[in-house]
């Protein structure tokens, strides 16, 4: 029976070649302006059965090259759910892969994603997957192709069956009568795939192998006759990652990033790793998280990445992780690699809490959760459980299954795991090390720890990191500075304009310090428009887990500037002055009083000051001494003493006592660092001692005698203890000091009368004209460097060449 349809077609086969010897570069763009995807479908098959794109690489091209003008005309957004166009991109899918298997991968993602509604779409998928030995991604798409109700769903459920029963085809002749719309081109699927698993069986040493098809086999597709022929072509293995990022599917790009990362091992090589961060951040500017993050394969790039972090910095991995979590809530798998992340850094508590949280989220599938929560409690460092923990570690994969995601994989490190599909990883070479640069590593990162005594290569090369805010990409060039729970980038946009960029970290704020920092923002945003001293921002983005904010980014703050010079210049002393007066008046106009100013609250932007902060939000405790020092947390230094005789402040911050004037004692503290190059208490190191201090009226504030009279002045008014006798910043602005007066310049430092008269005496006594003229020389010159004239200096030099 079957023989005899097979041959009835065969007949009709040479009909329609006869018909269709014309040459149908001119039709093509008739069919495409049908706009219709079954007369395009149609013609392209038609346009097929004119040679054997196996074999003949031009006609290959020719159909490739028709089937992205259709493409290309008709979007995929529009027709995704037709029949004959979802067909057009299987076959598409197909062709590629005569050329490249990781493409036809990309491009049968694309089908499955825009023509879920076809079971033959994924049928065809599983196929292929199936027929590359990837049986359990075959099995994972038809599963997901049943919950995705595509139909018929009795066709999936044979495949299904095939599947698990090891058949090498998931659907067969018989099943036609069961689903007689779909079954025609579904046979054409299998025998394509069927090609595939030839290639699979013969290549599955070598990526490059070749692989042919058979025109002995024939099938039927909607009545006509579909060859598939067996040859040797060689696998273009060349990824082309602008195509996979044009189609705009996370799941294409997922499977681009998979594979490229089976190239090597990124822990290793350098190369790759740049390179994976690259295609990522690229894959990240083109998909934007506030349009994909309920994807599941966008949450599990992100997820990658942020593991992919972790080689790099254990620390960014953290805020990359928290980034996911947030976006990507519903998905267990995301907030479970976060916990394994923690677990191993030795970070239980955090983990249990992720934990927990991602329970309260309802993220899915809850047993997952539950199983993770289990193995956390149970000290296990591996929080899901494993199909292969007989593999010896260190080598292979472990895959995971769970309702909705079959392919979790984790890596089976001793103390590092992953949770997305990750690739095998050998233990990292000895020469590994010698790729390490910059300071050393931290103890107890992830990495020394999963690898126990060899150190890891830290990447320091140009980074292609990027952080998207409200859907646009910013590239950082660096980490310009920290606070307690943030940290502040450099970074360029698109168009290479420069930006700061300050991450804050909520997750371990409680509400009111997130209450508190929005309520900054606000402020922040409102005060954008009454002065340019402070800081622009130019949009921020608030989750329950961070915030971004993205702003005017300054060269370096004061603190950084003052430690890193020993003199200010006066006129620069005076216009900072003057920024800042008008910066913390702005403040004060709108109610807020900082409280806590200090150095490191001012940036330097095109050289003037700008306030970045206002000290409202509830800053959360640093950990790091470091970072302690270096931005003057808790600096008792610019205390006014009101805040400190105010030992009613239960939260530490300013109360009720603290007025304006308390910020005008902070100023006057910074504008005496710039004088005398330390702040009037900075001498005594004893911390209750300079509380004693400060609010002493007995301790009398030295203020050493300057030529700027009007400064000395300032100094001396804004360091009043009383804050009822203390200038206001009104009173400031209006000073002489800001006044713009000629300044008297620096008194040169002219030699007294007595070394000029034994200068002279030494020049007179000297014999010969060219001893004279060597000691006038070094004179000139010792004047010319500043340097004071030195009489000693001079005579001896007058007898020997300096
Ligand atoms: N817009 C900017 N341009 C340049 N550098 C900046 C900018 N914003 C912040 N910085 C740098 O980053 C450092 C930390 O700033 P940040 O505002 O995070 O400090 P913080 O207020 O102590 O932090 P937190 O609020 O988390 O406690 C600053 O001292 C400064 O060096």
Known sequence: MIKQQIAMLYQKLNKIKKSLNEDDTDSINQVISSNAPETCWRYLMDLERKGDPHLDRNHLSRLMDFYTRVFSSMPLGKHGQ????????????????????????????????????????????????????????????????????????????????????????????????????????????????????????????????????????????????????????????????????????????????????????????????????????????RLPLGKHSKNES????????????????????????????????????????????????????????????????NAKPAELLEVAMRNLKAGKKQLLPTEEEQRPPGTELFLLHSKEDSFLHLSSFPSLSFVTPVVKRDPIPASATAHRVGPAQQPCTPLQVSYSQTPQPRITAFSNDSITIKGKQFFILKMIGRGGSSKVYQVLDHKKQLFAVKFVNLEEADAQTVESYKNEIEHLNHLQQYSDQIIKLYDYEITNSYIYMLMECGNLDLNTW????????????????????????????????????????????????????????NRIQPDVTSIMKDSQVGTLNYMPPEAIKDTSSKSGKASSKISPKGDVWSLGCILYCMTYGKTPFQSITNQITKLHAIIDPSHEIEFPDISEKDLLDVLKRCLVRNPRERISIAELLEHPYLQLQPQPPPEPEHPSDSNLRKILTDLAALQSPNSIIRAANNLAKMCNSGRKLDVAECAKSSSSQL
Request: include cysteine; glycine fraction near 4%; proline fraction near 2%.
């Open 82 to 285: 037709n029949e004959s166009y979802a067909r057009m991109l299987v076959r598409f899918a197909e062709l590629k892969a005569i050329q490249d298997v990781n493409e036809a991968e990309a491009n049968f993602n694309v089908a499955r994603s825009h023509s879920q509604d076809f079971a033959f779409v994924h049928i065809a998928h599983s196929q292929f997957e199936h027929s590359q030995g990837n049986t359990k991604r075959a099995i994972y798409i038809l599963q997901r192709a049943i919950e995705l109700d595509a139909k018929p769903k009795e066709l999936l459920e044979a495949a299904l069956q095939s599947l698990y029963s090891g058949k090498a085809q998931l659907v067969c002749a018989e099943d036609k009568e069961n689903a007689p719309g779909q079954l025609l081109s579904l046979i054409a699927i299998v025998m394509s795939a069927m090609v595939l698993f030839c290639f699979r069986q013969t290549s599955a040493s070598s990526t490059s192998s070749m692989f042919a098809l058979s025109s002995s086999k024939k099938t039927t597709v909607d009545g006509d006759f579909l060859s598939l022929k067996v040859s040797k072509i060689k696998v273009n293995t060349t990824y082309n990652f602008n195509q996979v990022i044009n189609s705009n599917s996370p799941e294409s790009c997922e499977t681009y990033l998979l594979n490229l990362e089976k190239r090597g091992n990124p822990h290793t090589d350098v190369g790759l790793f740049t390179k994976l961060k690259d295609c990522y951040s690229k894959v990240f500017s």
């Open 298 to 361: 966008y949450a599990r790039i992100l997820v990658r990445y942020a593991e992919l972090k972790g080689i790099e910095d254990p620390d960014e991995a953290q805020d990359h992780f928290i980034v996911a979590r947030s976006n990507c809530k519903g998905f267990a798998f995301v907030h479970i690699a976060h916990a394994q992340f923690e677990v191993s850094q030795g970070k239980v508590n955090k983990a249990a809490s992720i934990l927990h949280k991602a329970q309260g989220l």
């Open 562 to 617: 003052l430690r890193n010079r020993k003199t200010v210049n006066p006129l620069e002393r005076k216009f900072y002055w003057k920024n800042m007066l008008e910066a913390v008046q702005t403040i004060h106009k709108h109610g807020i009083v900082h409280s806590d100013l200090k150095p490191a609250n001012f940036v330097i932007v095109n050289a003037s000051l700008k306030l970045i902060d206002f000290g409202i939000a």
